[in-house]
């Protein structure tokens, strides 16, 4: 699980700072030729713990799914309402966003019932596959881990002294880069598809 996985990578984190009352992580980055991309990893929650997970890379979609979730408990509701089998009892707001959940590919009515398009585990279910996948995540854990270092390093040889001390807090943002630049090389070499238009291959849900 991607998304795991970079839970998991070991980095420092930048201390938060003020920026006109609002406490943020500020950065730049440049923009150059055949990069690869951003990616987007979230985590929307309901009152009882249940999840959606979201990694939503650039290079395989327009808009991210987490956009349209993001700020938008109801809908969040919904789909894990939906995930735990309820296909009645919405009220009229409800029943227009899922609407535009079947519209947008998250959602299909079958009959009478309302069914999920993504992947739906139990928190028991995603734990035993975690298990299986754990040799799989330490190997590629170790291999950034080690790419993070050589990035550091080199970043360290090159910024002034004066905020040199800050160096390795920037190891966390290239760890990004590990996961993304081998999904483009996937996703140009044709061993992965470009999701289709409401296709949703990196979104998630793990149900308490």
């Given at each position: ?8 990578i070991?980095h ?8 006109a ?5 500020i950065?730049?980055m440049?923009?150059f ?6 990616v987007?990893?979230s ?17 395989n979609t327009d808009?991210p799914d987490?956009?349209f979730f993001d700020?938008?408990q109801?809908?969040?509701n919904i789909?894990?309402n939906?995930?735990?089998?309820q ?6 707001n409800?029943?227009?966003?899922i ?10 009515k ?7 398009q993504l992947?739906v ?8 596959l975690?298990t299986?996948l754990?040799?799989v995540?330490?190997d590629v854990?170790?291999k950034?881990?080690k ?7 080199i970043?360290m040889?090159?910024?002034?002294v ?6 390795a807090?920037f ?14 090389i ?8 470009r999701a289709?238009?409401n ?10």
């Open positions: 699980m991607p998304a795991h996985l970079e839970y998991n070991s420092n984190t930048p201390a938060m700072k003020k920026y009352g609002i406490e943020a992580h950065w730049g440049e923009v030729p055949g990069a690869p991309g951003r987007l990893n985590r929307q929650c309901n009152a009882n713990g249940d999840s959606i997970y979201f990694m939503d890379f650039s290079e808009e987490c956009f700020r938008y109801n809908r969040v789909v894990l939906i995930a735990h089998g296909s009645t009892g919405f009220s009229d409800d029943k227009s966003e609407v535009e959940l079947i519209k947008r590919g998250f959602v299909i079958s009959g009478e019932d309302l069914c999920l992947p585990f139990t928190e028991g279910q995603y734990e035993e975690l299986l754990k040799s995540i330490d854990k170790e950034v881990d790419i993070i270092n050589i990035f550091v390093d970043l040889q090159h910024m002034p004066s905020i040199k001390n800050n160096a807090v190891g966390m943002y290239k760890a990004v880069d590990c996961i993304l630049v081998p999904i483009k996937m996703l140009n070499n044709g061993l992965l598809h289709t238009v296709e949703h291959p990196t979104t998630y849900i793990v149900l308490k």
